[in-house]
């Protein structure tokens, strides 16, 4: 399988389009996003082309391929324009090589993780990619508003393959091995 992971588009037209384009170019069989789709939040700036309709038109347009967690920005609200669910804290599937992957936005983490659980999510704006104690961490960055440096980002995950690319070029910047 091939998915396509994104965060924190926060309602960007502008970086919603481009992600679009980008699923169009991967041809991914779904296409993960990790919260924060329509609102800004109080804390970031807004975002080019700040359409919170525009982006819901974009995305119910790629509904039958999306899989959609609720980040913190999200709310109950949005659900009245969106053609798809966006209300689950996690989304948990396996992956080729026999470990789970969790994919969650960041702000309400899984009570319970296992050695060789994988956990995704956003939430933070920064991508990374650590073992840690009890899991394998990674987070996507975000397409919208990234933070510290980094680019505008999303993830291509095929088999135990990770890699970061920059949502304006296409561009690989990072690799990762599960």
């Not at 481009?18 to 807004?46: C, F, T, V």
């Not at 347009?61 to 804290?89: H, Q, R, W, Y």
Request: charge should be negative; include cysteine; hydrophobic fraction near 35%.
């Amino acid at each position: 399988m091939k998915y396509l992971i994104a965060s924190d588009i926060h309602g960007s037209a502008y970086y919603c389009r481009l992600l679009q384009k980008r699923a169009r170019e991967e041809a991914p069989d779904k296409i993960i996003l990790l919260g924060d789709l329509l609102y800004h939040g109080a804390r970031n700036p807004l975002p080019p082309e700040y359409s919170t309709l525009g982006c819901a038109e974009i995305l119910n347009g790629m509904k039958e391929d999306l899989l959609c967690v609720k980040g913190n920005c999200d709310s109950e609200v949005d659900t009245l324009v969106l053609e798809f669910p966006i209300g689950a804290d996690y989304c948990i599937l396996p992956l080729e090589n026999g470990r789970t992957a969790i994919f969650t936005h960041g702000h309400n983490l899984p009570a319970r993780l296992k050695k060789g659980d994988v956990l995704f999510n956003g939430h933070f704006h920064v991508p990374a990619f650590e073992e840690r104690e009890n899991c394998t961490y990674v987070n996507c960055g975000s397409v919208s508003i990234p933070k510290e440096n980094s680019p505008h980002s999303y993830m291509i995950l095929e088999g135990v393959n990770l890699l970061w690319k920059d949502v304006e070029t296409g561009e690989v910047y990072k690799r990762a091995v599960l």
